[in-house]
């Protein structure tokens, strides 16, 4: 099985040349989002999911290297379940969030991020309310107390 640091380093290398919506590097959402797992009492998995929630999503890694990575099969389902399919509805994709065990967790770090203040105010005013919007409806399907 892959370690941690060994799960970091490699979705650090697949997403080495994105940014996110601001144009900073998108390595410090994954940061963000693995340490808020960790902070809300997620274990190994988890963490190594949050590193690859996106990875899948934004083809950074393949789903065929996903299927034969050297990581438990939990991860990869907390991944593929965190990964948005095309034309899929929100109810959709929330539902399978919460279908699976360890999922939920990761997703609401992610949503906690990308909801951050200082992170939404770097982005024009109609982006930062349709992302707004976006998460606080997200937040709603999944069961979570708004952000503060």
Same mark, same amino acid.
Do not use: C, F
């Given at each position: 099985?892959?370690? =941690? ?6 979705? !650090? ?9 601001? @144009?900073? *590097?998108?390595? &410090?959402?994954? &940061?963000?989002?693995?340490? $808020?797992? !960790?902070? !809300? @009492? $997620? ?13 899948? #999503?934004?083809?950074? %890694?393949?789903?065929?290297? =996903?299927?034969?990575?050297? =990581? ?14 095309? $034309? #899929? ?5 929330? #539902?399978?969030?919460?279908?699976? *065990? @360890?999922? %939920? ?17 770097? =982005?024009? *005013? *109609?982006?930062?309310? !349709? ?9 709603? %399907?999944? @069961? %979570?107390?708004?952000?503060?």
């Amino acid at each position: 099985m892959l370690t =941690l640091a060994e799960v970091e380093a490699l979705a !650090r290398r697949a997403h080495a040349a994105q940014t996110d919506k601001a @144009g900073r *590097p998108y390595t &410090e959402h994954l &940061e963000a989002v693995a340490e $808020g797992v !960790r902070a !809300r @009492g $997620g274990d190994d998995e988890q963490i190594a999911a949050a590193w690859l929630h996106d990875a899948v #999503e934004d083809d950074a %890694l393949s789903r065929d290297w =996903l299927d034969t990575a050297a =990581l438990t099969d939990r991860t990869k389902a907390v991944v593929l379940a965190l990964t948005k399919r095309a $034309g #899929e509805p929100q109810e959709a994709y929330a #539902e399978r969030i919460l279908a699976t *065990p @360890g999922a %939920l967790l990761v997703k609401e770090s992610d949503l906690a991020h990308n909801a951050d203040p200082a992170r939404l105010a770097a =982005l024009d *005013p *109609p982006t930062r309310e !349709r992302l707004t919007q976006k998460y606080a409806t997200m937040r709603a %399907l999944l @069961g %979570l107390r708004a952000q503060p």
